[in-house]
């Protein structure tokens, strides 16, 4: 049950936070986590790999019973693409599938944004953070337009549920809450089941 290995992560970033290690050292850590999650493409179940011709897909995979952290599987159809947006909390992007590019911002003193570096495209197997300390805004798309790419991202927060900002390059920040795109969770704990194989 490859299943199983989600079950791991999560467990192992529970542990992390529980440790209450600084940001950096949480970035640090969870990277490596992540990075072992997204090395092999085997575990992430068919519903949550679903593109939808409307928009690209947020579907969480898992919420900290105290909200302390989510995972959740981006899936982006062809070009698809978000608004430049920020996330308020720590977050790690690392890649499943496909290949995506990411865009960072920053806020002026004016209020008025300035793209802060060049777009970089992060491959299958690749991890990037963000965070209000080293920069949590940012644009990102799928980086093809003829097939979907799908990342996995953790947050250190319920971030469907937690208000932020899009952007746009002159306009004022508009409120945003994400929300998510399914209605039910991978079952991760059925462990008489994964005995018996
Ligand atoms: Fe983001």
Redesign the pocket.
Known sequence: MAIDKLRRFVGDIATLVDSGVNEAGLLEQGAHALRELIRVDDWLPDAYVQPSVERYQQFLLYADARERFSVVSFVWGPGQR?PI???TVW?L?GVLRGAEF?APYARNGDGTLRQTGAEVRLEAGHVEA?SPGIG?I?R?RNAYDDRTSISI?VYGANIGAVRRSTYSPDGPPKPFISGYSNHTLPNLWDLGKEQHH
Do not use: F, L, P
């Open positions: 978000t947006h920020d996330h977050g992007i990411a963000v949590d940012h990102v991202h």
